[in-house]
């Protein structure tokens, strides 16, 4: 009917979009005052949900009415709740309230800042707010950069950038054929270091292989006498060594690199220092908190994601860079249909310096957040984290059935159980901390994740989301300790 | 005074944000009813918003009030609107009115599915929608696929994938230092075609200069003999031919390469075909538009964008492929702490098919505006924006001081003026073009942009956004003729 009627063409009507987004703000209002009520990670198993969908389109219309509904009894509460304030699993990606308002303005102004033309505004607020991140995280004005869609795009570019830099030519040339490059390439990151620096060699022609992982101190940390050997035998082998990727705050344990340390050697060889802070940089933002950050402003690069620790709704990673020209180097291809008749004045096409053409307009959402908290509120916010982390970590080392199994330079804390007087082989505290952790898992008040350190299963327990308090933690606490306690009893 | 009080941590308060929700929506209902109001280019130059707002971010929190009056005096006048029916540049990315519901609830949920597990809806709901469009584009069951930021990434999945099916091993062993790559690798694309697959090709370590551009004929078409005797002098050479990209919709003219000699001539050598179809494959969803895709079921991989032609607001592209294995080769990577209790059940784990970890719940939207349209709905509407091209060619085509400047398959034209009876030099007409366009644009009712075709200026009208009518289309073309009619007087 709708649609046979040419004067009902076009979008949904002004009326109908009015009274709809009315009705989808008290959805949205109602999950976020209710969020806590779902079990974080929801009862089912995979390839349940798929079937409950119809197999194919409607082909005709449906009323909005219907689709919220479904939304309500389908979407919702199938979702793996990242809003629920005991979500403690990966790192937090939480969404606040101004960022959503921003993510709804965004949505509907529709912005493309690939060019400057195509968003002024897009453009210059991009600019404007990544600027006024760099100076919150105490970053030297030389800093430049741009937003990104996630932390393995950012890392992406940045290794990029480091390709062109070391003079190779690569976006033109390419790597097969080019004996020039001798016995290959090299970059050089931690055994602890996130998968998006291998991810991003396989993309970029590189390889996984050429990832050269150096080993790490009990602490986690990378070993700058390691890295400084492993440089020198790939020179003595005939590779090109073309970066170093040291991370503060590393996915499994959140440990730091000595940056300060390994900035001498990517200085003294000439080689690119990308610096992956994705989860914790924003503590830079606390001056009283920045000793694990000394030397990062030596960095060629440096990612740090708002969608983890900033409760920017996902996507938003900001890539920080000293050397702007370098991104373009690897990245600009301007076609005549992209060409405007005003490049000549100080308008930036922010798809120069990116893999992609398209670019949403990130900078909204953040502009919004940075004022509605403050950075006064959000320092305050992270002190909170890192207090009940500190808390945390605190009655692990308390209690002695259970091991807390690194340091905690920030608000995640790896541990496990190993209980006194009960003689429990390797193998057998792994699957018991497994169990532990699916126990409280199941529960559904809290959401906790696992990783390995040092070859132990370790439950992982990370604080990120805005809506933390400290009783969420006390509560997965309880839990863990009754799951333990319980492990084991027929 | 707020951040002060431990009561005030966390998010904004759940009445302050449903209140400012509200608010919001009115804002972004009263967007949509007064688009058509402002000059759809803003009249600023570059550089003049940033000195607009302060130089650094707020210390203390504002409240949300004084944020939105800042966002309607200052954001939403100065982006280049997108929305605007009269936006007739480029493609159009035009969100509709449910897609932005769709973000809405997009952004409140804040899922990320880059396992199952941190997304069992986002994940399921992604293979319905996907499954749904395969089935209304007319591609047999044996493509599947995944949705991605944009076309940019979706060719580079494509063309990573193809580096891998070659049996190269790129993904482990890069491409630096590998003799057995003999005299380097080749991709074979129109002159015409889109920039990202060279940027694609910079990216992936292939270069810029593995892509083989073929000459089209006088309708901007590959021409396969010439694509058959290039792929014949590489392998001559010692080079390894990967890959050849046809487009279905370039971007400049929106001419169609020769998919069927194509696909044979793919088939014969072994190569993949990637079918680059981000703008005009929506069509494919009207049964007797069906012509110019004739043997793209046959590609390995197909783009099309959502957020182009079938009114998704940015970012959503579709990455269809027979070959899925073939991307996970070329991606996955599964680190400890992604790895799930569940891996052995059938939860797809998106991640390890893109170069990124992270992932937008981009599903949604679109399982809104496919029920609130129907299939019914988005045909009338790909059906309406095709008549209003055919009108508009037609206006040109009987106007002897226009000229057209290239067939019209889908609902973009391209044309100059050519006054009748003046003897105009090329260089003299291009000047004209450029000056009658940017008169056009400076009017602020419509906005057009241009492309260069066999040497010449060219003016192009897009349609595709979901406000345009014909009387839009109309008044671009009284304003054409206006602007020639005045071009030289003094």
Known sequence: MRTDDPAHLGDMPPAEFRSAAHAVVDLMADYLENVASFPVFPPIEPGSLRPRFPSSAPETAEPIAAILADYSALIEPNATHWQHPGFLAYFATSASGPGILGEMLTAVLGQNPMVWRTSPIGTELEQVVVD???????????????????????????????????????????????????????LYASTEAHSSIDKACMTLGLGRESVVHIPTNARFELEPAHLGAAIAADRAAGRLPLAIVATIGTTSSTSVDPIAAIADIAEREGLWLHVDAAYAGPVAMLPARRAPFAGWERADSIVINPHKWLFTPLDASLLLTRRMGQLRAAFSLVPEYLRTLDRETPGRDYNEYSPQLGRRFRALKLWIQLRWFGLEGIRARLEAHLAIAEAFASWVDADPDWERLAPVPFSTVCLRWRPVGRDLDAATLDAANAAIMDTVNRNGEVFLSHTRLSGVFAIRLAIGNIRTEQRHVERAWALLREAAAEWGVP
């Open 132 to 186: 006024w991140l760099r100076q919150a995280l105490g970053l030297p004005v030389e800093f430049d950069g741009l937003l990104t869609d996630t932390a393995s795009i950012s890392t992406l570019i940045a290794l990029a950038a480091a390709r062109e830099a070391a003079g190779i030519d690569a976006a033109a040339k390419g790597l097969a054929a080019r004996p020039e490059l001798g016995a290959g390439l090299r």
